[in-house]
Nanobody, 124 residues
Framework: QVQLAQSGGGVVQAGGSLRLSCAAS????????IGWFRRSPGKDRDFVAS????????YYEDSVKGRFTISRDNAKNTVYLQMNSLKPEDTAFYYC?????????????????WGRGTQVTVSS
């Protein structure tokens, strides 16, 4: 069983930055891809970014390209989401999740384990 502990959310002004962390315990972290997702008020959960198990491949939703960066430290069993130039529309509950295939390109409903989420609020 894999457990994910998230941290790093908070309130920031537009244009500011936050870094989210997702620390895994259990399982074999270095073989897992990790994805970040978010749910805005009144909307469905959407894909934000993902990173392959080896860290060589990253994928981003179009609206965050150039502003968000996903990275991982397999020695620390942790994935990060650096969010810069934040906008009010980035306000959401952010979740990380494990893709045991290691590729990071599976549909959202194929992710196997989920963190409990962390709130990010961007004020205008």
């Amino acid at each position: 069983q894999v457990q994910l502990a998230q941290s790093g959310g908070g309130v920031v002004q537009a244009g500011g930055s936050l870094r989210l962390s997702c620390a895994a315990s259990g399982g074999t972290f270095s073989t897992y891809a990790i994805g970040w997702f978010r749910r805005s008020p009144g909307k469905d959960r959407d894909f934000v970014a993902s990173i392959s198990a080896d860290g060589d491949h990253t994928y981003y939703e179009d609206s965050v390209k150039g502003r968000f960066t996903i990275s991982r430290d397999n020695a620390k069993n942790t994935v990060y989401l650096q969010m810069n130039s934040l906008k009010p529309e980035d306000t959401a509950f952010y979740y990380c999740a494990v893709d045991v295939t290691g590729w990071g390109i599976v549909p959202m409903d194929r992710y196997d384990y989920w963190g409990r989420g962390t709130q990010v609020t961007v004020s205008s």
